[in-house]
Every structure is written in C-alpha cells, then in structure tokens.
C-alpha cells in the first residue's frame, strides 16, 4: 500500500513537469532569462516538497507539515530576485520573476493531489501570459519622444511651443539672453512621433523656432 501511495505521489509530481514545461515552453518562445528548464524544475521542485512536507512525516504528532511548504513561497523569492535586473533606468525580469513565483504555487497545488486547480492556475498563467502580450492599443504602454528645441521666446512663443508638441512643460530649460532677444533651450517629452518633414515644416510656419532636435526614443 505504501508503494501504491509513493507512486501516486509521483504522478503528482511528473503532473507539475508538465505543467512547468508548459509555462515554460511560453517564455521560452519570447526569449525570456527563465525558460523551459527553469520552470519545469520549480514546479517538480516545489511539488516534491509539498510532497515532503504533507505526507513525509505523518508519524510526529510534533511536526507541523505546512512550516515545510510555507519554506516554498520565500525560498523562491530569492530565485525571483536573481532575475530581475535593473538596466538603462528600467527593470527588466520581473513578470519572469512572478511568472517563476505562480509556476512554483502551480507544483504545490500539484503535489497536494489539487490536481484541476493545478491545471486551471496553469491555463490561466499561459492565458494571462499571451493576452497581455498582444499588440492591442490598450495593453501598449505609451511612448514618449525626446525633442530638444531652441526658439526665442516672444509673445505666446511657450505656448505655441507646448501645443505643437503636445507637452504641457519643458525640462532641462535653460533660458539666455542673445542680441536683446530672449532665448530658450529646451527639451520636450511628447508622445508624437515627428518625421524630418513634419519638423522642417514646423520651422518653416514659426520662424521663432531656430533649432529643432530629435533625439532617441524615452
């Protein structure tokens, strides 16, 4: 009976496997730092130690089997926290992080025997995984466009600045005076993307303007 027991419990945690392979298999066709044998492993790890932890000490009235599990959720948050990096003012790895994080509360619930909650949190993982990687105008996170200007500044000079260039500020102003003119040196974050034409025709309508510089994307 013991044997028939243990090989159930296997089947438990051959059923993580292959639902750690399948998130896995996900991140892996969008070339993320975990992948296939990171997820797999985290999963058949955790199942095996919820395993462990509710079936391997049944016979001490002392121990307390869920500290063993309870170990699983902060065990893999230092796992989580080596694949996060922080590069170029952004962070890069921390849905993989997350990711890692459910994929390890995926191999528990398959090692307690929870085996269609196992596969329902698996489903939703992928699901969740793909929509929000869609090129859907609502989950595109919004792009802003570095623009430094130069143009003297004469009656409503500023705000025909900002309209053109639907900004509402400017940062790193600097302003100078030149030739009894009143000279500002600006850069502008906008969400509008400008070709070569659209500025040159620009400069050509507001003879104030008398630089225009488009830099990389922010």
């Given amino acids: 009976m013991d044997l028939l027991q243990e090989a159930m419990h296997l089947c438990g945690i051959l059923v993580a496997a292959l639902l750690g392979f399948a998130i896995g298999y996900e991140r892996k066709l969008r070339f993320k730092e975990a992948g296939i044998r990171t997820h797999t ?19 001490s009235a002392e121990a307390d089997a869920s500290r063993i599990a309870a170990q699983i959720v902060s065990g893999i948050g230092f796992l989580g926290a080596g694949i996060i990096i922080y590069r170029k003012h952004e962070i890069h790895g921390l849905t993989t992080a997350a990711g890692v994080w459910a994929t390890s509360g995926v191999g528990m619930a398959a090692g307690a025997g929870l085996y269609i909650i196992s596969l329902g949190a698996t489903v939703i993982i992928i699901a969740v995984q793909c929509l929000f990687h869609a090129k859907w105008k609502i989950f595109r996170r919004k792009k802003y466009f570095q623009v430094k200007i130069c143009f003297v500044s004469s009656g409503g000079a500023c705000a025909t600045v900002k309209e053109l260039f639907r900004t509402d500020r400017f940062n790193r102003l600097v302003i100078e005076r030149e030739n009894g003119d009143t000279v500002y040196r600006a850069t502008l974050h906008t969400d509008r993307e400008f070709s070569s034409a659209q500025l040159n025709e620009i400069m050509e309508s507001n003879l104030f303007i008398r630089s225009i510089e488009r830099c990389d994307e922010t």
């Avoid at 790890?45 to 000490?57: C, D, N, Q």
Wanted: glycine share 10%; with cysteine; charged share 10%.
């Fill in 41 to 59: 492993i985290v999963c058949v790890g955790s199942a095996l130690i919820m395993v462990v932890s509710k079936y391997g000490f049944y016979d």
